[in-house]
T-cell receptor, first 111, second 119 residues
Framework: QKEVEQDPGPLSVPEGAIVSLNCTYSNSAFQYFMWYRQYSRKGPELLMYTYSSGNKEDGRFTAQVDKSSKYISLFIRDSQPSDSATYLCAMTTDSWGKLQFGAGTQVVVTP | GAVVSQHPSRVICKSGTSVKIECRSLDFQATTMFWYRQFPKQSLMLMATSNEGSKATYEQGVEKDKFLINHASLTLSTLTVTSAHPEDSSFYIC???????????????FGPGTRLTVL
């Protein structure tokens, strides 16, 4: 069993819709939870990180962490074609720890 | 923002040859750099953690004699794939963490990746 599970998609949504992404994990020691965006043939870029449980909002992006359920989510409001990318969740046990990545979900936003 | 570069961005080599990939932090010093491998439509798999001035720590299943890592300075780490074979063809990505204090998340900044094709 993988430590971090993420549906690879693809997830296709019309422009303006809300994109909902999620990951589940098995290691209760994870404390930092991240969402990365990766365009084709490029390195990942950090979108948001959350420490422990709770919600965090940044513009059109909202990240949620539910440690009791070992479940994290990312919501993208008012999606744009430029949001088309692969979104990877990642998590680590401490601020300097190794990142465990999910498989990544390919998102396609159609005009 | 913090920028990490990789060179080359793409390399094609013959089976049996060695290939060196460079990872540089351009505007910050990085005590720690990480090397990942990513196969098509798969996630990033950590290969090794590289600390400046010391030996790299390899993940289980990664051959340290095949994937040589050198972290010679606070801004440069290199990955050498020795005696490359077609199954080593992959997307190799490095990341670097700025030197920082404890108590907050130490973000890893990723390079753009190097696509290695071994014929």
């Amino acid at each position: 069993q993988k430590e971090v599970e993420q549906d690879p998609g693809p997830l296709s949504v019309p422009e303006g819709a809300i994109v909902s992404l999620n990951c589940t994990y098995s290691n209760s020691a994870f404390q930092y939870f991240m969402w990365y965006r990766q365009y084709s043939r490029k390195g990942p870029e950090l979108l948001m990180y959350t420490y422990s449980s709770g919600n965090k909002e940044d513009g059109r992006f909202t990240a949620q962490v539910d440690k009791s359920s070992k479940y994290i989510s990312l919501f993208i409001r008012d999606s744009q074609p430029s949001d088309s990318a692969t979104y990877l969740c990642a998590m680590t046990t401490d601020s300097w720890g190794k990142l465990q990545f999910g498989a990544g979900t390919q998102v396609v936003v159609t005009p | 923002g913090a920028v990490v570069s990789q060179h080359p961005s793409r390399v094609i080599c013959k089976s049996g040859t060695s290939v060196k990939i460079e990872c540089r932090s351009l505007d910050f010093q990085a005590t720690t750099m990480f090397w990942y491998r990513q196969f098509p439509k798969q996630s990033l798999m950590l290969m090794a953690t590289s600390n400046e001035g010391s030996k790299a720590t390899y993940e289980q299943g990664v051959e340290k004699d095949k994937f040589l890592i050198n972290h010679a300075s606070l801004t440069l780490s290199t990955l050498t794939v020795t005696s490359a074979h077609p199954e080593d063809s992959s997307f190799y990505i490095c990341s670097a963490t700025p030197n920082g204090g404890a108590g907050s998340y130490n973000e890893q900044f990723f390079g753009p990746g190097t696509r290695l094709t071994v014929l």
